[in-house]
């Protein structure tokens, strides 16, 4: 049972935007125990489109496509379809009286043609309903394979796939299940890692397959099985995880699936009834920014000041000019009392700090670019950590976010 | 001269992570003249791999893989690069020597056999230097199309092209120009502006393509243009953008290719020796982070209070817990606060504030999910406006950044 994607639309074959419907996409395939077997992102031109299917429908049962749906001249998808499956475009009543509608309610300006033709679709196509747009999606076969067509604006995407295409897939095909298992571990480079499971992956089963995923500062490790059983496939799973933890639980720090660390260090809090704050130089809200995208986090988080000028370390947060002018704005000392003071000023038990020359240029400060300090402050006081990070400027501030969560985890760990 | 980018992992497939070497690729080809004709992403298997380079060898002179160059054994790509090539690994004495030094210089476990492999390459391959990790690029070529491989870890990938792969590629081939000039509007939706620039449209030359990227609030339009002459390139381009503003002038608001609406704002807040600072409640940092990301910001942003929480709101700004309480958190006239107070705390010209109900339960206050307050502060006094963003809350996050955004820039051509 395998997928292919195919995202339509010059704006990603010259790195204009970036493709995250195929991420989503993906995402809900898998979770219906549906395989992607190759995602494909092609030009918008008839040719393309018409050779891209062709390949797709060798290899897949299900070809989902998204972008070109659009009503303008450069969007065409749809004749596109008509010639590979042979077909015209007819007028949906539904489609129309769904396009009036919409007008009516949300948009100033007259429908005109243009919009009314957007109520045109292939005659073989199951029309799928978007809720949030006017074209609609499009469901096709051709030799036993499955195409359904789907604008590229995300949300509009997503309405689509959530209400009509997903569904339909679930009752069209038999399906395994897919399961995914990704431990995080910190401190070890992958080939350390890859010599002390040795002897453990080369005995993993032969439907248990295991990736090695380095990224700054940690490598995951993902075990994915496929299988019809789907309490067999978790427990095989679960029984690899816990030989992982026996053989390298000094570096594992938590599974994926678990959600993001700053969703665990949110739960943890509430659990504990505890409260957080930040006080941001270099991170300029990142922290924070991380932190309030998780729900609930109003539960826990009270706030950040981003003083990111020095005269704001001062003038907001209270650190005194004094200890800048000697400890220079980049320093242990700065970082514990930003951490302090935002801790007493907005009333938390615990505290992220962050100062440091992230670069490109040294700023106000003499440290070399890429040094960076860390303080977190909790209810037994507050310790700092100093790194270097190296450049450019968006890795610094990656890697000092990651650390950041890390240490404050850590710390929560001790209450 | 087109060039297809083939990103290798089962983590792009199963939507573990954004597949950002695509994006990046995408510009730096088209930069220097190279098309991108299609991106595929495939599993980190041999077979699909051989299928891949198959195919692309039929369409491209340039095929640039990324990814399965790591150590351990789920990395196949070097040895599918042995079978497609007809080639067996040698051992390169400098990659091994780049390793050693690596080791020593910044990893505390000692180096492996494992380690070492990395230096074994394709006989009949260029070796490029990978300044920042161990997996040497690989460049090689088969029928006249160039196939280069780089390890999947996004710097270390950019540093093999920018010191590698872009010189050698502007060496190997005579390149064309390829320009885009992208307009932004606000205000109309696509099928709107298509009918208003219907004529000019119906008479674009044949070599310059125009594409509508509608996205939340704004459509951009995007002309582009292949040709070896560049200075004709250009002003054949610089002609159409000029019909274009006569057309519909009013809706739009500046060019893509001059940066994002926060480097604008910088620029003119940095030509008129005015600060920033910002008031954030549910947007949690987002617009500080943005700010932040711009280089130079530190001349004119001075900084951001996150209040999160209501209390925050009260402690670390001062707005009057009676005007709260009058008013509810979510109002006019506490975003109006905000900015004053943030304005007079930081001390700066201008302010952004920020207040809403983004969902996806009310939170504290009454009005409904998707209402927000942005209060703008500037020389001349506060100024607040109420919108309805709808739902789910990062829409509504996202929306609400863009539109702060628009109205400070409105704000600030007033001075």
Known sequence: MQAEIITIGDEILIGQIVDTNSVYLSKALNKIGISVYQITSIQDTKEHILEAFENANKRAQVVLVTGGLGPTKDDVTKHAICHYFEDILVQDKQVLNHIEELFKKYISTPISDMNRQQAMVPSKANVLKNTYGTAPGLWLEKNGTVFVSMPGVPFEMKGIMEEEVLPRLMRAFERPYIAHRTVNTYGLGESAIAERIAEWENKLPVDIKL???PSLGKVRLRLSSIGTDEAKLHANLQNQVEQLYSLIGDIIQGEEEEGVIEAKIGAQLKAKGFTLATAESFTGGRLAELITAIPGASNYFKGSVVSYATETKIKV?????????????????????????VKELIGTDFSIATTGNAGPSKGDSNEEVGTVFIAIGSPNGISAHKFNFGSPRERVVEKAVGKAFQLLQKEILNF
């Open 211 to 213: 990736a090695y995923l």
């Open 317 to 341: 947060l209270g650190v005194a000019a004094e200890l800048i002018e000697k400890h220079s704005v980049v320093s242990e000392a700065v970082a514990i009392a930003m951490a302090r003071q």
